[in-house]
């Protein structure tokens, strides 16, 4: 019982530094940005360029984290992990606008999650509702990330690992050693 108290505890404080850390507007640094797109093709760096400073700081630790584990990793790998979160482009949201939904899709049944984010964020459907829409582009900002990296013209282990990246290793459909070591580094 108190190693699950321990957990949560390790958690929470983890969340609550992802948090504050996630308030700072500052962009990476210069050598971490030109080394990021130095691994992206042309329609990755505008992506790249479009994210905002937190999920691009994000990007480059996971990035620098996934070039350690695997020294001469190929180019799409590390445009992988750069861009795993391109998607949450979509939603527009900021820090509180995420803490919020986060909350509100922890609030919703399981089951019902993945029916409600998708016919929320379909723009013909229910989505003409604005602020359902954005809640439910946040919830499948994975699958958006993958739309936007294909008509990027990425390499398909970039766009797949856009989508799968919450998804459970058994459903996974990248190179599943790869993966691990990309989720590894992510610690989000
Ligand atoms: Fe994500």
Not at 69 to 83: E, F
Not at 133 to 144: A, Q, S, T
């Amino acid at each position: 019982m108190f190693g699950v108290v321990g957990t949560r505890i390790t958690q929470g404080r983890h969340l609550a530094k992802r948090f504050f850390a996630s308030l700072s507007s500052d962009r990476p640094s210069t050598a971490d940005d030109q080394w990021i797109r130095a691994n992206l093709t042309s329609g990755e760096e505008e992506l790249w360029g479009r994210m905002d400073p937190a999920d691009q700081r994000h990007s480059v630790q996971v990035a620098r984290d996934v070039e350690r584990a695997l020294p001469g990793a190929d180019r799409a790998v590390i445009a992988a992990a750069a861009l795993h979160d391109v998607g949450k482009l979509v939603c527009g949201y900021g820090t509180f606008a995420r803490v919020f939904a986060t909350l509100f899709w922890g609030a919703i049944p399981a089951p019902f999650r993945s029916r409600f984010a998708f016919g929320w964020a379909d723009r013909q459907g229910p989505g003409r509702m604005g602020v359902f829409r954005r809640l439910g582009e946040y919830r499948i900002h994975p699958e958006l990330g993958r739309d936007l990296l294909v008509a990027a013209g990425s390499d398909p282990f970039t766009a797949n690992w856009a989508a799968e990246h919450h998804t459970p290793t058994d459903r996974w459909t990248v190179d599943p050693q790869l993966g691990h070591v990309l989720k590894e580094c992510d610690d989000d």
